[in-house]
């Protein structure tokens, strides 16, 4: 049917717009114009770590000169200082171990809740998990005190195993809250079908929820990786001496050390870089399957 309130030119209408008309799509502009707008917020994005890594290479005289542009010759002394004199290995041999433990928990628990939760009849389920979602909006901040004390009065202060539950305990709701959203897309018949041949929840769980949940697991384990390698507050707060402080914790102080010696410092942020970049390396494809698919296709 053709709106007659159209302006004619020649034998065309040009239909007008009306309130319920879309606005052209961005196609329009051309893959053109779409690569350079991506390309701007790529380059956004890696400059600032080119920025660091120019900055590691130089050597003081060379950056109290000019801040900016690239090294007149090429020095690795500030790796060596950050490694060494700063005491950057240890932490970072701290942080891993702290880190892939508390991973390795969080993991653990958040798949055998979001199983029972998504698969099974937990009495209260529906209540328990809508608390522990109401959890995910307190910020970690507001339990420093009561956290402080808690490990303190536990005897677990300065020590690896405080700073693993309290990072455990701290995530786990989210944690849960992935999984258990992950692991209701197994097909409820594939679950009873193994209950009607005679498995085990347990066994259920490990032969079925766990194969089919891979990438969410992976999505898991590498979010709260970053995270956890990047936490900073309670990592100063529950480890107080130097040879139990994290990589995050000593880049802190790695500043306020060598706070005229920008390289030294841009050197240690690098080192800092390196384990959640390899993490994100390996785990890239499950982590964008788990983000955008569900267990079963």
Do not use: C
């Not at 065309?12 to 502009?29: A, D, E, I, Y």
Request: glycine share 6%; charged share 15%; net charge positive.
């Amino acid at each position: 049917m053709v709106d007659h309130s159209a302006p004619i030119i020649g034998a065309r209408v040009v239909p007008s717009l009306g309130r319920g008309s879309r606005l052209p799509s961005l196609r329009v502009l051309g893959p053109g114009a779409i690569f350079v707008a991506l390309s701007a917020i790529a380059a956004s994005a890696i400059y600032p770590v080119i920025f660091i890594l120019v900055t590691a290479l130089r050597s003081d005289e060379d950056y109290g000169r000019s801040s900016i542009g690239l090294p007149r010759a090429v020095t690795l002394d500030n790796f060596k200082d950050a490694w060494n004199r700063a005491n950057l290995s240890t932490y970072a041999i701290n942080s891993v171990i702290v880190v892939t433990v508390a991973v390795v928990l969080l993991t653990t628990v958040a798949a055998l809740a979001g199983f029972a939760f998504a698969q099974l009849r937990v009495p209260f389920g529906r209540s328990l998990l809508g608390s522990m979602v109401a959890l995910m909006i307190v910020p970690p901040s507001v339990l420093m005190i009561p956290i402080f004390k808690l490990v303190s009065d536990l005897e677990l202060l300065n020590k690896y195993t405080g700073l693993v539950l309290v990072y455990a305990s701290l995530n786990l709701p989210f944690s849960v809250y992935l999984m258990t959203t992950y692991m209701r897309g197994i097909p409820f018949e594939i679950v009873d079908a193994a209950r009607v041949d005679g498995a085990s929840k347990f066994r259920t769980f490990i032969s079925i929820a766990l194969p089919l949940s891979r990438p969410g697991l992976a999505t898991l384990a590498t979010l709260n990786f970053l995270v956890l390698w990047n936490e900073l507050l309670f990592a100063l707060l529950l480890l107080q001496t130097d040879d139990k402080r994290t990589v995050m914790v000593g880049l802190s102080i790695l500043t306020g050390q060598y706070l005229t010696s920008v390289p030294v410092i841009a050197a240690g942020l690098l080192f800092s870089m390196i384990p959640p970049l390899l993490i994100f390396a390996l785990f890239q494809r499950d982590l964008v399957r788990g983000l955008t698919a569900g267990a079963v296709k």
